[in-house]
């Protein structure tokens, strides 16, 4: 039977996960090729938030308030997102290995933004972050369509998930290896990997707010998930809609992934290590769990996008490859702790 156990207090965890992050984003903000230190970061933003001026020029301002703030804070929301979703899909489908893409939405994307690059379709009309949006949504649509007329249960759903991923991706590599030259055959395996380079303060008001709204749904279904943790025919028995809550949570779950997705790419491993590690440290009831898991994918990728700007500098390394090299040894972690009930 599943136990809706806590470990460590939380008075402690969330105060210290919060001061934690706050510390990472400066931290990622004062890191890079120019001598910019902690000081200058903290004049540039105080500088821009109507505070005196700084000595700095407008380059060092810019560098720090337009390129390397944003990218820092858009991680945050990207990790947090991600989390989030992994959360979500692990408690709904009762399966550990669960993360966000398993729904096809990150294939979707990635087939909209390749359509936008390399066939130029809706150029001008529509951007890249734009066209992976669509691309997801059309994925997410396929995969319930698939899925109703599969049957009812989440198992159906798995597969439509599959069957979606596996046809866009197709029609992905369909299109980069028939239209694509060798520029953009890079600039889109680089994107398809993950990216935050091109962070902008759009795409993190943009992600941020649907990662702050996509907490406020699993807070307020946290004691339904809980309830889905012991299979959906218990949950129904609790008096829980499961049809509905099912599909409420998969819609907030597949607009999370997407809007990541369009403004960062692929970025995989945050959503299914990062809930396992905030499980471990505050245990299983998920309005507890939420909130841990949030702070602390958005802590990892911070960290984790920074180290992959400085490992090959002055190349950088697309964050969807570092997330993989830190997250599987973590994950092997994660399952050798569990199988010895740790």
Known sequence: MVSLRRRAPLAVVWPAGVVLLLVSV???????????????????????????????????????????????????????????????LQSLLRNPLADPFILGVASGASTGAVSIVVLGIGAGAIGLAAG?????????????????????????????????????????????????????????????????????WS????????????VAVCWAFASTLDAFLFGEDAAASLGVAVARARMVLLVVTALVTAVIVSTSGAIGFVGLVLPHAARALVGTRHRVLVPTATILGAIFLVWVDTAARLVIAPQELPVGVATAIVGVPAFVVILVRRRRGA
């Open 203 to 214: 795409d993190v008001a943009l992600c941020g707010a649907v990662v702050a709204f996509g």
């Open 132 to 200: 992976a949006f669509v691309g997801a949504v059309v994925a997410f649509g396929l995969v319930l369509v698939l899925a109703v007329a599969a049957g009812t249960g989440m198992d159906r759903m798995i597969l439509a998930g599959i069957a979606a991923t596996q046809l866009f991706s197709a029609l992905t590599s369909f299109i980069v290896f028939t239209s694509a030259d060798a520029e953009q055959t890079r600039g889109v395996l680089f994107w398809l990997l993950g990216s935050l380079s091109s962070a902008s």
């Open 26 to 88: 400066a931290v990622a903000t004062t890191i890079g090729p120019s001598d910019l230190g902690p000081a200058d970061a903290y004049a540039a933003v105080l500088e821009r938030l109507g505070g005196p001026r700084s000595q700095l020029t407008m380059l060092q301002q810019s560098i720090i308030w337009d390129l390397r703030l944003p990218r820092a804070l858009l991680a945050a929301a990207c990790g947090a997102g991600l989390a989030l979703c992994g959360v979500i």
